[in-house]
């Protein structure tokens, strides 16, 4: 897939989409500096994963809200691989319920990892992509972001953000050759929908095409292919991962 020896951030990677997307790149040949904020033995765990495919790894502790950190990760990666080619933004949370349950802090503090992290992160790498006049990124959203999701307004907006950045920084950057597309997955059998109850899980599959949930690794292989040079024709585009959901 024509990724060997180029190197990578992925932010939110010990868990997840995250983490899958990581090993993935891993497997083609990437070196891979990627972002947690909970728990140091699943980052070890991967840094180790990482490294068994014969590539270098950077685990770091960054909250992608703090603008100073995010820009360190960007220095620390390019100071620990020599260079930097590949930004997948993907940290993200969620704080689900009706609007009028929400507060200002479950409203503010989705906004802040979801987009204003996307920004502070991106806004740092952006200055090494136009420099060296390459990069490519790729922003996880969601299909909330689309078809927007009851008791999701924090997080579809934050989704729905993602999209529009995406679309503009692409028209922005097209002339250096920097592709920015974003990837954006359903229900994908993660920590979040495992902790759906059982019965909740069986009505969601019903109204999926597919009649199921994909998985982290689908979501990682679409990722794949637009850091690819087989995808070197495509940005500004937004890939839908859901099973059909979206469509019905």
């Given amino acids: 897939m024509s990724l060997k020896g180029k190197s990578a951030i992925i932010t939110g990677g ?29 980052a070890e765990n991967l840094k180790s994963e990482i490294e068994k495919q014969g590539v270098q790894s950077l685990a770091l502790q960054i909250d992608v809200r703090d603008f100073d950190k ?24 969620t704080k689900d319920m009706a609007l009028m349950f929400m507060t200002k ?7 802040d990892t979801n987009l ?11 200055v090494t ?24 307004t924090n997080y579809a907006s934050s989704k729905a953000g993602i999209i529009g950045f995406t679309k503009s920084l692409a ?13 954006a997955p359903g229900f994908i059998e993660t920590d979040m929908v495992s902790s759906l109850k059982e019965e909740y899980k069986n009505e969601l599959k019903k109204v999926i095409p597919l009649g199921r949930f994909g998985t982290a690794e689908e979501v990682a ?3 794949r292919f637009l850091l690819s040079d087989e995808s070197n024709f495509i940005t500004g585009q937004t890939i839908v991962v859901d099973g059909g959901l979206s469509i019905r």
Avoid: C, H, P
């Fill in 171 to 183: 028209k922005e950057t097209a002339a250096y050759n920097i592709r920015v597309n974003a990837v």
């Fill in 116 to 126: 204003n992290g996307l920004f502070n992160v991106t806004r740092n790498a952006i």
């Fill in 14 to 42: 010990s868990r997840g989409i995250g983490r899958a997307i990581a090993i993935m790149l891993a497997k083609e040949g990437v070196d891979v500096a990627f972002t947690y904020i909970k728990s140091s033995l699943e």
């Fill in 221 to 223: 292989n679409t990722t």
């Fill in 70 to 93: 995010t820009k360190e990760l960007v220095e620390k990666t390019k100071l620990a691989f020599g260079k930097l080619d590949i930004l997948v933004n993907n940290a993200g949370i």
């Fill in 105 to 111: 802090d479950d409203w503010q503090s989705v906004i």
């Fill in 129 to 152: 992509f136009l420099k060296q006049k390459s990069g490519n990124i790729v922003n996880i959203t969601s299909i909330s972001g689309i078809t927007g999701m009851a008791r999701q």
